[in-house]
């Protein structure tokens, strides 16, 4: 059981969610990190209620991924009572509303370059030995909009948290942990409603079914 401790970072609402969901119903134990008490207790309900036999369990982790003392003791903790961990998902993200770069505002770019870049900075030093431990995966979710028109917070400190993640994959590649990088096919999420409001999200892929697809590559 315990090379099955996963650790969900951004697991209250979306794609993060989903993914922590499949991975408890796959007999995971999932470590489930996110500011947002409510989405976690319902992330709790809906693995409860599916019943599966065989499946995992959940330790909610109501937390900041950019406050650094509390993600240190969690991982801490994490090697305290597992020993390591089996997989690390960062799905955490801070989606800026879409501004011209001319008028970014002062707190969300702040908030993006906190969240998106320098948190994954600080976090993949902190999970790294409980990879090792375990021989474990990390897991990171592309989104590609550097670049774009009116993208300027989040592409650019998406694109920043990207280049972390592939210079780990790249310096990891040979010795391990394994680094993996997922590009997810267009969700019907609260993060792309914020960017495209109005579209027809009949039209997206199912949030589940991708998770699964993801956690089926891996």
């Not at 003392?69 to 989606?95: P, Q």
Request: glycine share 10%; charged share 20%; net charge neutral.
């Amino acid at each position: 059981m315990n090379d099955k401790i996963a650790l969900v970072t951004g697991a209250s609402r979306g794609l993060g969610a989903a993914l922590a969901e499949q991975l408890a119903l796959r007999g995971w134990h999932v470590v489930a990190v996110a500011r947002t008490v409510g989405g976690l207790e319902e992330l709790d309900d809906r693995v409860k209620r599916a019943g599966l036999p065989g499946a995992g369990g959940l330790t909610l982790a109501p937390m900041d991924v950019t406050n650094d003392d509390a993600m240190r003791h969690l991982c801490r903790s994490i090697h305290d009572r597992w020993g390591g961990l089996g997989l690390w998902v960062h799905a955490a993200i801070h989606a800026a509303p879409l501004a011209p770069a001319g008028h970014l505002d002062q707190k969300d770019w702040d908030k993006s370059l906190a969240t998106n870049a320098r948190a994954t900075g600080m976090l993949i030093p902190m999970v790294e030995p409980l990879l090792r431990a375990h021989q474990g995966t990390a897991l990171f979710l592309d989104d590609p909009r550097a670049g774009q028109m009116f993208f300027g917070a989040y592409g650019s400190t998406k694109a920043a948290q990207m280049a972390l993640a592939r210079s780990w994959q790249a310096e990891t590649a040979k010795h391990g942990p394994r680094v993996m990088i997922a590009t997810p096919e267009a969700l019907p999420t609260a993060t792309r409603a914020r960017f495209f409001p109005g579209e027809d999200r009949s039209k997206l892929a199912d949030v589940q079914a991708e998770a699964a697809r993801i956690l089926n590559d891996l």
